[in-house]
């Protein structure tokens, strides 16, 4: 951020864009539909890359540009979620984050030409220096070995049955998080993104930059403190005060802070509903070296390796907590604990 606060952001960089892009469109082929859902806040050399990428390939790429969303996770126009069901993926290139849990992009899934599950790869709220000085400049051998270091998490996960995380911020958060079918997380986060499969032909999911691997307490079963201490999806950028959030059996009891918890009071009293207090969102761990410190952009943020983002809000893969907002924020150097004797990370060192 501090390039682009300093010198702007200046056409010429289309030229790094672009290679910053190799990675994920690299098996992308002749036919392939593509939709890029975007906004009118989306820098316009990030989309024009990305189009020009694709077409570079022979696929067939529809932009879908729409006035930005009032809040994350606000359902895209339903004119590009009507035309997001053609695609075979769907490129989530917005300044707003999305997730499975609104209708639209429900119905993207389930319905879209990936006849079953549309892949939507979540590219959301980038900015030029992520893509060619951050977490976008990670090679194949990289994510060779970020996905290696998240099978293996995964498959701690896999087995346990509870977590408890804490930081010295002061996060201090237990939950249950059993459940998971046999192999489940292991096989989700050791895959490679972006890859053709061999046997249907299709392309898999992704996100860019890449790099996290997370669990989903089982709803009503976590208590403590959660202590975001860098930045969240609101309000945006480096935070100067900590927000703490006490939690009592699922949910968020209390928002306690300075400028950050009022802000963060007011985003949920505005946009939120009951479930959105609910403590159903991830507990994900960053597994990207390229991704650094103090960058206040949570596109960045939540995949740098030893940090966390924790999610209060709708819960993707248990499928149990549906709310209209989640509001996801970063704890630094996190140390995680399974079944109270498999320690995953320490001081935010991965040691698994």
């Not at 606000?74 to 979620?81: F, G, T």
């Amino acid at each position: 951020m501090e390039m682009i606060a300093r010198y702007g952001t200046p056409g010429t960089r289309l030229i790094s864009l672009l290679a910053s892009l190799d990675y994920p469109l690299r098996d992308v082929g002749e036919g392939d539909k593509f939709v890029i859902l975007t906004d009118d806040a989306m820098d316009p050399l990030i989309w024009q890359a990305t189009m020009a990428g694709l077409h570079s390939r022979g696929a067939e790429a529809l932009l879908c540009l729409y006035p930005r969303r009032k809040y994350h996770c606000a359902d895209p126009s339903p004119l590009a979620v009507a035309a997001a069901k053609e695609a075979d993926v769907v490129i989530a290139l917005t300044t707003t984050a999305l997730n499975s849990g609104t209708p639209g992009l429900r119905a993207i899934r389930s319905e879209g030409g990936g006849k079953g599950k549309t892949p939507v790869w979540l590219w959301e709220e980038l900015n030029q220096e992520i893509l060619i000085e951050g977490g976008g400049s990670t090679t194949a051998s990289e994510v060779e070995e970020i996905c290696e270091i998240q099978r293996r998490v995964g498959a701690v996960y896999d087995n346990g049955k509870t977590i408890h995380v804490t930081s010295h911020s002061g996060t201090d958060l237990e939950a249950d998080i059993s459940g998971y079918e046999n192999n489940s997380l292991s096989d989700r986060w050791g895959k490679i993104p972006f890859a053709r499969d061999p046997k249907t032909g299709k392309l898999g999911g992704g996100t860019w930059p890449f790099g996290e691997v997370h669990v989903e307490p089982k709803p009503g079963t976590a208590n403590g403190v959660v202590v975001w201490d860098q930045t969240a999806h609101h309000p945006a950028g480096q935070w100067r005060e900590p927000v703490t959030l006490e939690v009592e059996n699922g949910v968020v009891v209390d928002i306690r802070g300075g400028i950050e918890a009022r802000e963060v009071r007011r985003y949920l009293q505005s946009y939120g509903d009951e479930n959105t207090m609910k403590l159903g969102g991830e507990i994900a761990l960053g597994t990207n070296r390229r991704c650094p410190p103090l960058t206040g952009a949570m596109r960045s943020e939540k995949k740098r390796y030893g940090a966390m983002h924790l999610g209060i809000g709708h819960g993707a893969d248990r499928g149990l907590v549906n709310s209209t907002l989640r509001l996801e924020g970063i704890i630094d150097q996190v140390t995680v604990v399974v079944d109270g004797v498999h320690v995953v990370a320490k001081d935010g060192e991965i040691l698994v």
